[in-house]
C-alpha cells in the first residue's frame, strides 16, 4: 500500500450508513449477487470507455483490451474484480462511492427495512449497487486509474463500517479499477472456483465483454437479440430477460424483431409476467437499452417506447444510426425517431395478435399491465390500434371480472344504434341501482362501466370508436332510445293518470322548477325510468360529473353546468305528491321532498358537496315515519 503521500479520511453519508448496515447486518440470503453488481460496474466502465474512444477522445492505455479479471487467492481469502474501463479521478471516487445518487436505492432501503429478513426477492430485483460488496467483504481496497492521462491513480479503502481513507497512489497502475475483497469468516466459499463460476454464469452471462477467471473466459458474450429467431431456444430468450430485468420468473411474452428497410434494427423486447411492484415509486426506472452496432450507447432510453409502454424491458440494436452519436441529440435524430416509432407500432401489433389469438391470454396482459399501458390515450398517432386493444366492464359482462373490448361491443349492438354509450361509477353494485340504466337495462343497450377515472380520459380523448360515437347515458338522446321495443313489457303498477292529474302533474313540474330555482336548467317528466322516481341528466354533449370532479381536482374552471331533473309519473312518491299538491299547491312537504330528491340525485352521482341538510332532512323524514309507524302498530 502507498503511504508516500498522506491518506485522508471521510465519513460515510448518512443514507449510505443505512444502507450499509442493512446490507451487512440483515441479510443473509442472495449473497452472492454481489458479483452482479461488481461486474456490472466494470462492465458499465467498459462501456463509457468504450463510448469515449468512439468519440475520438483521447485517453490512457490504448493497448489495454476491454475486459473483465477476476482472481482470487484461497489461502489469504480474498477476491479481486478488475477492468480496463474508464476508471476514477479521486474526486469521482468521492462523489459516486461515498454518496448514493440513484433514487431506487432510497427505494430500496425503505422497501427492504419493511421486508424485515426475507429480503431475498427484493435484493434480487433490484440493483443495489457497489455496497452490496459488504455483504461479503470486512474489507474493500479498490485501485484505481482514470482514462484521463493526467489524472493521478488513487486507492479507496473502507470496512464498510463508518468511515473510508483515500490515498495518492505514486507507481504507475493500468487505467481501469480493481476491487480487491477480504472476504469475511462466514464468506470464504467466495474463493471457489466452482462457486464463483456458477454465480457468474447465473448472473453476468451476458455481459457483453469478456469475463475471466483466473485464465478462463466464462461468459458466452453473444448479442442474442442479432441472432435470427428461429436458432434462439426459450432458454436463451428467458436467461437473456433475467439478466436484463433482474426478475427471477421468465417472461409473460418476447418480442423478437429484426427490421432491414428503410431502416436496419434489431429489437428484443420482453412483457414481464408480473407488473413491477416498484413501478409506482420508481417512475424513472425504465426504458430500452440502445446499441449502435452492438456498442452500448445507452442504458434505459427513455424514447424508444412510449411512457405507456415502460413496463416493457429489452435492447434495441441499429447499424443505422453513428456510433458518435450523442445521448443528448438522439431525439432530434431522424433515424432514431423512425426507429422509435417503428418499435411503438410493432408492439401495438403484437398485442393485437395477442388479443385475436388469445383473448384470455390478452386479458391476463390487460389486468397486469394494462393500468400503465391504458395512459396510451394521449398517443393520438396511434389511436385507432390502441383504441382496439382497450378493455372494459360492461352491463353485458357476466361479472366484474369480464371484460369487453370495443370492437365486441359493436358487435353486440341493436341495429341502427350509433352510439357506444358509457357510465362512471365506483362499481358494479354501485351502477346496478343508478337510476340512468333503468331504460337502457330495459332496452337491452349495452353500456360500458368506468371504474378507473383514468377510463373516462380515455373516451373523452377518444371521442369515436369507428363511426360511433362514445357517448355518456345521462347525456342519451332518449328520442332514440324509446325508439327501442322493451325487452319484456313491464305492465305498470300504476294506471294512467286522469286528464286532470296530468295537468296537476305539470304544475307540480313547475312548482319544483321554482322550488330549485338556479340549481337546474329545466324540471321535466322523464321518459326513462322505471324503478326510481327522479334523476338528473345533462344536456346533450355536456361534460360528466367524474370529469367535472377531475376537472375540479387540477383546479381548472369548470363553470355551472346545470342539468335537467327529470321526475317519473310512474312512481308511488311522485303520485302521492300530485295528491298533496291537489290540496294545497303552498304544502312545505312538496318543498322537503324535491329538495330531498334533487340532493339525492347529486349525492347518486357524486356531486353533493354539502350533506348537511340531506341529513337533516332525512331525520325529520324518519321521525315523521316513526310516528306513523308506532300509530299504526297501536305502540
Ligand atoms: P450504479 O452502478 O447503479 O451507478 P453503484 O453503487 O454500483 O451504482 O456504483 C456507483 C458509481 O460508482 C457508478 O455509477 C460509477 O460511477 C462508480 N463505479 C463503480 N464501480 C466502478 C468501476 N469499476 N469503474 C468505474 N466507476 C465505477
Ligand atoms: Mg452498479
Known amino acids: 500500500m502507498s503511504e508516500t503521500k498522506a491518506s485522508k479520511k471521510y465519513e460515510f453519508k448518512a443514507e449510505v450508513k443505512k444502507l450499509l448496515d442493512i446490507l451487512v447486518h440483515s441479510l443473509y440470503t442472495s449473497r452472492e449477487i454481489f458479483l452482479r453488481e461488481l461486474i456490472s460496474n466494470a462492465s458499465d466502465a467498459l462501456d463509457k470507455l468504450r463510448f469515449e474512444s468512439t468519440r475520438g477522445s483521447e485517453y490512457a492505455d490504448k493497448d489495454l483490451p476491454l475486459e473483465i479479471k477476476i482472481d482470487f487467492d484461497e489461502k489469504k481469502k480474498t477476491l479481486t474484480i478488475t477492468d480496463t474501463g474508464i476508471g476514477m479521478s479521486r474526486d469521482e471516487v468521492i462523489s459516486n462511492i461515498g454518496t448514493i445518487a440513484k433514487s431506487g436505492t432510497e427505494e430500496f432501503v425503505k422497501l427492504i427495512g419493511e421486508a424485515k429478513g426475507d429480503a431475498s426477492n427484493i435484493i434480487?430485483?433490484?440493483?443495489?449497487?457497489f455496497y452490496s460488496v459488504f455483504m461479503v467483504a470486512k474489507d474493500v481496497v479498490i485501485r484505481t486509474k482514470s482514462f484521463r492521462v493526467e489524472e493521478p491513480a488513487v486507492e479507496w479503502k473502507s470496512d464498510g463500517l463508518g468511515d473510508y481513507?483515500?490515498?495518492?497512489?505514486?507507481?504507475?497502475?493500468?487505467?481501469?479499477?480493481?476491487?480487491?475483497?477480504?472476504?469475511k469468516d462466514d464468506a470464504e466459499e467466495f474463493v471457489q472456483k466452482w462457486k464463483l463460476e456458477g454465480a457468474i454464469k447465473k448472473h453476468s452471462n451476458f455481459i457483453t465483454?469478456?469475463?475471466?477467471?483466473?485464465?478462463?473466459?466464462?461468459n458466452t458474450i453473444s448479442a442474442v437479440w442479432r441472432e435470427p429467431k428461429s436458432s434462439v431456444k426459450k432458454e436463451q430468450y428467458d436467461e437473456f430477460y433475467?439478466?436484463?430485468?433482474?426478475?427471477?420468473?421468465?417472461?409473460?411474452?418476447?418480442?423478437?424483431?429484426?427490421?432491414?428497410?428503410?431502416?436496419?434494427?434489431?429489437?428484443?423486447?420482453?412483457?414481464?409476467?408480473?407488473?413491477?411492484?416498484?413501478?409506482?415509486?420508481?417512475?424513472?426506472?425504465?426504458?430500452?437499452?440502445?446499441?449502435?452496432?452492438?456498442?452500448?450507447?445507452?442504458?434505459?432510453?427513455?424514447?424508444?417506447?412510449?411512457?405507456?409502454m415502460?413496463?416493457?424491458?429489452?435492447?434495441?440494436?441499429?447499424?443505422?444510426?453513428?456510433?458518435?452519436?450523442?445521448r443528448e441529440t438522439l431525439q432530434e435524430n431522424v433515424v432514431f425517431s423512425k426507429i422509435a416509432s417503428s418499435v411503438t407500432s410493432n408492439v401495438l401489433s403484437f398485442l393485437q395478435e395477442k388479443a385475436n389469438n388469445d383473448a384470455a391470454a390478452y386479458i391476463e396482459f390487460w389486468k397486469e399491465h394494462g393500468r400503465v399501458f391504458k395512459l396510451g390515450y394521449t398517443d393520438f398517432m396511434n389511436h385507432e390500434k390502441y383504441s382496439e386493444l382497450i378493455r372494459f366492464n360492461t352491463s353485458?359482462?357476466?361479472?366484474?371480472?369480464?371484460?369487453?373490448?370495443?370492437?365486441?361491443?359493436?358487435?353486440?349492438?341493436?341495429?341502427?344504434?350509433?352510439?357506444?354509450?358509457?357510465?362512471?361509477?365506483?362499481?358494479?353494485?354501485?351502477?346496478?341501482?343508478?337510476?340512468?340504466?333503468?331504460?337502457?337495462?330495459?332496452?337491452?343497450i349495452e353500456v360500458l362501466y368506468l371504474y378507473d377515472p383514468v377510463d373516462e380520459l380515455v373516451i373523452q380523448s377518444l371521442r369515436k370508436y369507428k363511426d360511433y360515437e362514445l357517448k355518456s347515458v345521462d347525456s342519451a338522446d332518449m328520442k332514440k332510445l324509446n325508439e327501442y321495443k322493451?325487452?319484456?313489457?313491464?305492465?305498470?303498477?300504476?294506471?294512467?293518470?286522469?286528464?286532470?292529474?296530468?295537468?296537476?302533474?305539470?304544475?307540480?313540474?313547475?312548482?319544483?322548477?321554482?322550488?330549485?330555482?338556479?340549481?337546474?336548467?329545466?324540471?321535466?317528466?322523464?321518459k326513462r325510468l322505471v324503478d326510481s322516481p327522479s334523476c338528473l341528466v345533462s344536456k346533450d354533449d355536456s361534460m360528466s360529473a367524474q370529469m367535472k370532479k377531475i376537472m375540479k381536482m387540477t383546479n381548472q374552471n369548470v363553470g355551472v353546468d346545470k342539468k335537467i331533473f327529470e321526475v317519473n309519473q310512474n312512481h308511488k312518491l311522485v303520485r302521492n305528491l300530485v295528491k298533496v299538491f291537489k290540496k294545497n299547491p303552498e304544502d312545505e312537504f312538496i318543498a322537503a321532498v324535491t329538495e330531498q330528491l334533487f340532493d339525492s340525485a347529486l349525492l347518486q352521482e357524486g356531486s353533493l358537496e354539502d350533506p348537511h341538510k340531506l341529513i337533516l332532512r332525512l331525520t325529520q323524514t324518519l321521525e315523521k315515519s316513526s310516528e306513523w309507524y308506532t300509530s299504526l302498530n297501536n305502540l
Open 124 to 129: 434480487g430485483k433490484f440493483g443495489v449497487g
Open 165 to 183: 481513507e483515500i490515498t495518492e497512489i505514486e507507481e504507475k497502475i493500468n487505467r481501469g479499477t480493481s476491487v480487491e475483497i477480504h472476504l
Open 209 to 218: 465483454f469478456p469475463i475471466y477467471l483466473g485464465k478462463d473466459k466464462v
Open 242 to 308: 433475467k439478466f436484463l430485468s433482474y426478475d427471477n420468473e421468465s417472461p409473460m411474452d418476447v418480442i423478437h424483431k429484426s427490421v432491414d428497410a428503410p431502416i436496419q434494427f434489431n429489437a428484443l423486447l420482453f412483457i414481464p409476467k408480473k407488473s413491477s411492484e416498484f413501478f409506482w415509486y420508481d417512475r424513472e426506472n425504465y426504458g430500452l437499452d440502445l446499441y449502435v452496432r452492438r456498442v452500448l450507447i445507452q442504458h434505459k432510453n427513455k424514447d424508444l417506447l412510449p411512457e405507456y
Open 310 to 326: 415502460s413496463f416493457i424491458k429489452g435492447v434495441v440494436d441499429s447499424e443505422d444510426l453513428p456510433l458518435n452519436i450523442s
Open 396 to 444: 353485458a359482462c357476466k361479472d366484474e371480472k369480464e371484460l369487453a373490448s370495443l370492437a365486441e361491443y359493436v358487435s353486440r349492438m341493436k341495429e341502427g344504434q350509433k352510439e357506444i354509450y358509457y357510465i362512471v361509477g365506483a362499481n358494479r353494485d354501485a351502477l346496478a341501482i343508478d337510476p340512468h340504466l333503468e331504460i337502457f337495462r330495459n332496452k337491452g
Open 486 to 526: 322493451n325487452l319484456e313489457e313491464k305492465k305498470s303498477d300504476f294506471d294512467p293518470m286522469s286528464k286532470d292529474d296530468e295537468k296537476q302533474f305539470s304544475s307540480l313540474l313547475l312548482k319544483m322548477k321554482k322550488i330549485l330555482g338556479e340549481r337546474v336548467e329545466d324540471v321535466i317528466e322523464s
